[in-house]
């Protein structure tokens, strides 16, 4: 499984966009990225994922450069909601099934 | 409403004492998880299993045993061999569909052993 590197902790202000990226030096050809958002005493919830290029949805965009050794997050005009860890994580569905392995995250901090 | 259901969502326990905590899903998932949080740390692997009456160690497997009876259910025992049993205990299950993987977590289960 990849390993991912990603900053321990990041502030932000209200209406700012925020950028977290993401390392994955070794990752395989048939990985995916994959990002999970997690507030306190909750589980995680799976944000965005993808597997080159540019990923959009109502939530985030996911920019992945063309060799695929890193990523970035990016939340557009950030609220104190957003506050939370952010995980990033590389993986596949091999025959040991959809392994994800979850490092220590980034924790967002959102300020008024 | 689909989703996973974890319970209790606070537990206490005595040493030495096994205890199990339930995970139940409706979305017709193949696969389910465990994974097991401290403070401030991020999720470990326990146990997974990808189909009924089967299931692998994940990387901190020691202590924990699992069932898989069910495609619905998969409830995680924290045995007495388990050093250190408090934590937050978080279940999951995925499908995989056209090699997108996402896992859906339930609200988990603080353990605290005394």
């Known amino acids: 499984l990849a390993k991912t590197t990603q900053p321990i902790s990041m502030d932000s202000y209200e209406g700012q966009e925020v950028n977290i990226t993401c390392s994955h030096n070794n990752i395989a050809t048939n990985d995916y990225i994959t990002w999970y958002q997690q507030f306190p005493s909750q589980g995680p919830r799976f944000i965005i994922q993808g597997y080159k290029t540019k990923v959009t949805n109502e939530v985030a965009s996911l920019f992945i450069p063309a060799d695929r050794k890193s990523s970035t997050l990016s939340l557009p005009r950030v609220s104190l909601s957003d506050t939370a860890v952010y995980y990033c994580l590389v993986g596949a569905d091999n025959n040991a099934g959809n392994m994800l392995t979850f490092g220590g995250g980034t924790r967002l901090m959102v300020k008024p | 409403d689909g989703g996973i259901t974890q319970s209790p969502k606070y537990l206490f326990r005595k040493e030495g004492q096994n205890v199990t905590l339930s995970c139940e899903q409706n979305?017709?998932?193949?696969?389910m998880y465990w994974y097991r949080q401290d403070p401030g740390q991020g999720l470990r692997l326990i146990y997974y299993?990808?189909?009924?009456?089967?299931?692998q160690k994940g990387d901190i497997a020691e202590g924990y045993s699992v069932s898989r009876e069910k495609k619905e259910s998969f409830p995680l025992t924290v045995t007495s061999a388990q050093k250190n049993p408090t934590a937050f205990y978080l279940c999951?299950?995925?499908?995989?569909?056209?090699?997108?993987?996402?896992?859906?977590f339930g609200p988990g289960t603080r353990l605290t052993v005394t």
């Open positions: 999951a299950s995925s499908i995989a569909r056209h090699g997108i993987y996402e896992q859906y």
């Open positions: 299993s990808q189909i009924v009456n089967d299931f």
């Open positions: 979305l017709n998932h193949d696969a």
